[in-house]
T-cell receptor, first 113, second 111 residues
């Protein structure tokens, strides 16, 4: 079956622009995670959804970052007024019910100029 | 100090060698330990998943967890050029879902 998909794969934004990154999890997966991966670093947790409920957003770096999953499937990570330090790969992962295994998408590489 | 420490490498070995990758951690609450493989411009892919202390073997891969030393390892036997990737250790607490990753070790296996 299809894996986790993310779009766009690459995004270039000018400083100050708003961006929206989309994640399509594997069908039936209840849990959804967003991570930020800087160059040469491991993924850093941003936020977690169980169905449509955002249970943990402690990793979001600032109030410019916002994530939603209104119908419990597709999720969008929005970054307002992008800054150069937001440049990173944004990874989405999903997990099936009652399992801890996370399946990752290919990521969206965001470059802020 | 980071919760999870991992030597970034790079680590270069000849084909057929045994590879040892390691992580140390500081939070004794971690109970679930994972190893992911990440190829360039791809998302991480789960290789091994271990609960608490002990060993787990899957084909050419063996994961070891020593909770008393807060030290985990991944061994790759008969390494292949296709094993060239970044290997990330990761861990979570019981009842938690926030996964903490190491920085990743870049591995190169030379043919």
């Amino acid at each position: 079956g299809a894996g986790v998909s993310q779009s766009p794969r690459y995004k270039v934004a000018k400083r100050g622009q708003d961006v929206a990154l989309r994640c399509d999890p594997i069908s039936g997966h209840v849990s959804l995670f967003w991570y930020q991966q800087a160059l040469g670093q491991g993924p850093e947790f941003l936020t977690y959804f169980q169905n449509e409920a955002q249970l943990d957003k402690s990793g979001l770096p600032s109030d410019r970052f916002f994530a939603e999953r209104p119908e419990g499937s597709v999720s969008t990570l929005k970054i307002q007024r992008t800054q150069q330090e937001d440049s990173a790969v944004y990874l989405c992962a999903s997990s099936p019910p009652r399992q801890d295994t996370q399946y990752f998408g290919p990521g969206t590489r965001l470059t802020v100029l | 100090q980071k919760e999870v420490e991992q030597d970034p490498g790079p680590l270069s070995v000849p084909e057929g060698a045994i590879v040892s990758l390691n992580c140390t951690y500081s939070n004794s609450a971690f109970q679930y330990f994972m190893w992911y493989r990440q190829y360039s411009r791809k998302g991480p892919e789960l290789l091994m998943y271990t609960y608490s202390s002990g060993n787990k073997e899957d084909g050419r891969f063996t994961a070891q967890v020593d909770k008393s030393s807060k030290y985990i390892s991944l061994f790759i036997r008969d390494s292949q050029p296709s094993d060239s990737a970044t290997y990330l250790c990761a861990m979570t607490r019981t009842g938690g879902f926030k996964t903490i990753f190491g920085a990743g070790t870049r591995l190169f296996v030379k043919a």
